[in-house]
């Protein structure tokens, strides 16, 4: 069956550090991959996506590249803000299959 | 512009008794997903639905009900609830489009005791 790994958290960064959380995959088909960042508090929003091999996604500086060969769409930023500190989950959806397949969330905190 | 939108916000349920948890949207998507989040875990679908008087069960359906009379609602329900169903649930909608990209509610916290 499909899985996503994400590294495990939190992840404790200075403001305008840069930003890098692994996620890895594990799907049958050729899934579209997406981003989604959780605020204290609040439901899950999208932040990027990519829906084939070498497409990069980006959204609010954030980035993240869809790597069919090592199945993998690590997100990145350059220089991080308090305001990014939140949970990010990496999630996949293949064809045919509408339900996402979520990692377990990596928590980010970004000290002044 | 609501989205989704989701109620209660927070509930608290002895073991045993009852609920249903209310789940609504306003963009005439076709596909609507029941979610539930433990601590320090992803989401974990437990139904969706791709039209109303269509449903279907996800990974963790044990336990709960869900049924669709519209496009708009999508209630979960849970009976007899038991400890291990405290958690957080999404509620989730998304469109007829290629990327299945999915939009999320502010989420329900219920505590069983």
């Known amino acids: 069956g499909n899985s996503v790994t994400q590294m495990e958290g939190p992840v404790t960064l200075s403001e305008e550090a840069f930003l890098t959380i692994n996620c890895t995959y594990t799907a049958t088909g050729y899934p579209s991959l997406f981003w989604y960042v959780q605020y204290p508090g609040e439901g899950l929003q999208l932040l990027l996506k990519a829906t084939k091999a070498d497409d990069k996604g980006s959204n609010k500086g954030f980035e993240a590249t869809y790597r069919k060969e090592t199945t993998s769409f690590h997100l990145e930023k350059g220089s991080v803000q308090v305001s990014d500190s939140a949970v990010y989950f990496c999630?996949?959806?293949?064809?045919?299959?509408?339900?996402?397949?979520f990692g377990s969330g990596t928590r980010l905190q970004v000290q002044p | 512009n609501a989205g989704v939108t989701q109620t209660p916000k927070f509930r608290i349920l002895k073991i045993g008794q009852s609920m249903t948890l209310q789940c609504t949207q306003d963009?005439?998507?076709?596909?609507m997903y029941w979610y539930r989040q433990d601590p320090g875990m992803g989401l974990k679908l437990i139904y969706y639905?791709?039209?109303?008087?269509?449903?279907d069960k996800g990974e963790v359906p044990n336990g709960y009900n869900v049924s669709r009379s519209t496009t708009e609602d999508f209630p979960l329900r849970l009976e007899l609830a038991a400890p291990s169903q405290t958690s957080v649930y999404f509620c989730?909608?998304?469109?007829?489009?290629?990327?299945?990209?999915?939009?999320f509610g502010p989420g329900t916290r219920l505590t069983v005791t």
């Open positions: 999630a996949l959806s293949e064809a045919g299959r509408r339900a996402l397949t």
């Open positions: 639905s791709v039209g109303a008087g269509i449903t």
């Open positions: 963009m005439n998507h076709n596909y």
């Open positions: 989730a909608s998304s469109g007829s489009t290629i990327t299945y990209e999915q939009y």
